[in-house]
C-alpha cells in the first residue's frame, strides 16, 4: 500500500522513538512535519528518509505495509533489522547475551549495541547469524578493559541454578556467581543504566551470607563506587507486554543515582490477540518449520491428551511406571500437571531450554508432535525472518535449548523502549 503521509505515532513506531520525542523533533526543525490542527501533525515519508539520512551513513528505505488490526489500517515494520543506528543512539553492552533475544528487543527501542558476550557454542552460531559480532570468550578471562564503554548493560546471567524447573542449587552452583561477572564489568564502566533479568525462583534464593539474592543485588548495586544505581525489580508475565506465553520472570532496573532517576515498570498491556491461534499460520516452506520428534513413550500418551488437556486424561495403563507411581500418589507430588497440552484458544506455557513435554506447554494443540522451531520461535516473539540453524538433528535439538533460554524479544522491546524514554529521551522528566 501506498502511502506518502504518517501520523505522529506512526513516524514515532517507525523510529521507535516515543512520541513526545517525534513532536520535540518537529519543533526544533529536527523533522520536517505539515500541521492539520494545534496538536495534529502528518509527516511525509520522504522527510523521515532525509532524517534517516542526514543522521546515518547508510541509506533507509521506509516501508509501509497494512494490516486490520491497527489504526487507518496503517503501520510501520518493526520486523526489519541491520538497520543503521540513529546517531547518537545509547549504546549497550550485553552480558550473556544468549541467542539474541533481549539484544534485539533493545536494537529495536533504538539502543546500538556495541559489544555481547556468550559462551554457549549455540547460542554464538544464533547471534552472528542474525545479529552480528559476538565475543566468544568465557566471561571470566574478560578483561574488562577489552569492553568498550556503553551507556547500558543488559545482562541474563545463568538462569539455571535458580530455577524451578530443575535441581535449584542458587549461588552454592557455580553458574549462579557468575552474578559477580557482571559486577565486576560494572564497577569498570558504570553505565547510566543496567538491566538484569532472571527466572522467578531467585526470588526465594538466599546468597551464600543467609539474606535473600534480590536483597543482595539491590545492595550491591545501590553503593557501587560510591556512586550507586536506583535500582527497582519486578516479577513481570511476559504475557502482559505482547508475548503469547505466561512466562514470569524477575527483571532488575538500575539507573545510576547522579542521572537522578528511578525507572517505572510499563504498564500492562491487552492479552486480547496472544491465543496460540495466532501464531499457528505458518506457511509450510517457512525456514525453521521443522520439530524434534518425540520419544516413543510421549507419542504414546499424547495421543490419548485432548485439545487443552493433560497427562490425567492419559488412562492408566498407558502411562509410563513412573508415571503411574505419582497418579498412585498425587497429594504427596502435589499435582502435577506433566504433558500439558495448551488449547489454540489459551496462552501458550512457559517455553523451557528442555522442551520436554514434562515440564512446558510443547504440545501441539491438534497435532501429535511438538512445536517446531518457527512455532517455538514465534511463541519467543521472534520474526519469521529471524533464522535458526536446523540442518541435523543435533542442531534441532539445539535450537530449542536457546530459543528457550532467551528473552522474549517483544517483552525485552516494551522494556527498552520504557528505558529509552525515562533515561535517555531529553527532558523526559517534563511534558
Not at 557455580?174 to 564502566?189: A, V
Not at 500439558?340 to 506455557?349: A, H, L, T, V
Request: glycine share 6%.
Amino acid at each position: 500500500m501506498d502511502i506518502k503521509l504518517l501520523t505522529v505515532a506512526q513516524t514515532a513506531k517507525y523510529l521507535q522513538l516515543s512520541e513526545k520525542t517525534v513532536r520535540r523533533m518537529i519543533g526544533d526543525g529536527i523533522l520536517q512535519a505539515s500541521k492539520l490542527s494545534k496538536r495534529t501533525w502528518r509527516i511525509r515519508t520522504s522527510d523521515i528518509d532525509s532524517y534517516l539520512s542526514s543522521t546515518s551513513n547508510f541509506p533507509i528505505e521506509l516501508e509501509v505495509f497494512s494490516d486490520t488490526k491497527t489504526d487507518n489500517n496503517l503501520i510501520v515494520d518493526t520486523n526489519k533489522r541491520k538497520h543503521a543506528p540513529i546517531k547518537n543512539s545509547p549504546k549497550q553492552i550485553s552480558l550473556f547475551a544468549g541467542c539474541g533475544g533481549m539484544d534485539l528487543g533493545f536494537e529495536k527501542a533504538g539502543f546500538n549495541i556495541v559489544w555481547a558476550n556468550d559462551f554457549d557454542s549455540d547460542a554464538q552460531a544464533v547471534y552472528s547469524l542474525n545479529l552480528g559480532k559476538i565475543d566468544k570468550r568465557d566471561i571470566l578471562t574478560v578483561n574488562e578493559d577489552d569492553i568498550p564503554d556503553g551507556d547500558i548493560l543488559t545482562a541474563g546471567f545463568p538462569c539455571q541454578p535458580f530455577s524451578n524447573a530443575g535441581n535449584r542449587k542458587g549461588v552454592h552452583d557455580s553458574r549462579g556467581l557468575l552474578y559477580k561477572e557482571c559486577l565486576r564489568i560494572i564497577s569498570k564502566k558504570m553505565p547510566k543504566v543496567i538491566v538484569f533479568e532472571n527466572v522467578k525462583g531467585l526470588l526465594s534464593t538466599k546468597y551464600i551470607d543467609g539474606q535473600n539474592l534480590a536483597d543482595v543485588i539491590v545492595e550491591d548495586l545501590s553503593s557501587m563506587n560510591d556512586i550507586g544505581y536506583n535500582v527497582v525489580y519486578q516479577l513481570v508475565n511476559a504475557a502482559d507486554y505482547g508475548v503469547p506465553q505466561n512466562r514470569q520472570r524477575v527483571l532488575f532496573v538500575g539507573v545510576r543515582k547522579d542521572l537522578g532517576k528511578t525507572f517505572v515498570f510499563p504498564s500492562k498491556q491487552s492479552k486480547e490477540q496472544l491465543a496460540i491461534k495466532n501464531i499457528l499460520d505458518i506457511p509450510a516452506d517457512t525456514e525453521n518449520h521443522i520439530d524434534w520428534p518425540l520419544s516413543p513413550q510421549a507419542l504414546d500418551m499424547i495421543k490419548y491428551i485432548p485439545e487443552g488437556g493433560s497427562w490425567k486424561d492419559v488412562p492408566y495403563e498407558h502411562l509410563a511406571p513412573r508415571f503411574q507411581r505419582i497418579r498412585d500418589d498425587m497429594k504427596k507430588y502435589h499435582s502435577p500437571n506433566f504433558y500439558r497440552r495448551f488449547s489454540r484458544n489459551e496462552i501458550c506455557g512457559t517455553m523451557t531450554a528442555s522442551a520436554q513435554p514434562e515440564n512446558c506447554g510443547i504440545i501441539h494443540p491438534t497435532e501429535n508432535r511438538r512445536y517446531t522451531v518457527r512455532e517455538v520461535a514465534r511463541i519467543q516473539t521472534f520474526p519469521d525472518d529471524f533464522k535458526f540453524i536446523t540442518d541435523t538433528p543435533r542442531n534441532i535439538t539445539a535450537m530449542y535449548k536457546v530459543i528457550g533460554n532467551a528473552v522474549p524479544v517483544t517483552l525485552a522491546y516494551n522494556i527498552a523502549k520504557a528505558i529509552m524514554d525515562q533515561v535517555f529521551t531529553p527532558n523526559s522528566n517534563k511534558e
